[in-house]
Nanobody
Framework: VQLQASGGGLVQPGGSLRLSCAAA????????VGWYRQAPGKERELVAA???????KYADSVKGRFTISRNSAKNTVYLQMNSLKPEDTAVYYC???????????????WGQGTLVTVSS
């Protein structure tokens, strides 16, 4: 499985960005896709995940602001990020794994990161 993340950039507080994660290869084996982020000096954390059936999971810090979705025809998962805050600044990574009873399990497949900077 190969994952390609894109869509990062510089945005002002309160602004929006949409990240994309395009999958290629053995996509039939993908049960779920998760978006993680890692800010400088912090551990990588799960932001949102979506299963092949459409179930979703969000970190408390992004609920109501971020929306994860998928376009199966394009093998792409999106992360719409609204009302961005400076604390959302991080490198965002997509991951192929499993979403089991609201628990996301990292499958070991990672896309390259895309940097999101929220600053005025």
């Amino acid at each position: 499985v190969q994952l390609q993340a894109s869509g990062g950039g510089l945005v002002q507080p309160g602004g929006s960005l949409r990240l994309s994660c395009a999958a290629a290869g053995s996509i039939f084996s993908i049960n779920a896709v998760g978006w993680y982020r890692q800010a400088p000096g912090k551990e990588r954390e799960l932001v949102a995940a979506i299963s092949s059936s459409g179930s979703t999971k969000y970190a408390d810090s992004v609920k109501g602001r971020f929306t994860i979705s998928r376009n199966s025809a394009k093998n792409t998962v999106y992360l719409q990020m609204n009302s961005l805050k400076p604390e959302d600044t991080a490198v965002y990574y997509c991951n192929a794994g499993q979403l089991l009873s609201s628990i996301y399990v990292d499958g070991g497949y990672w896309g390259q990161g895309t940097l999101v900077t929220v600053s005025s």
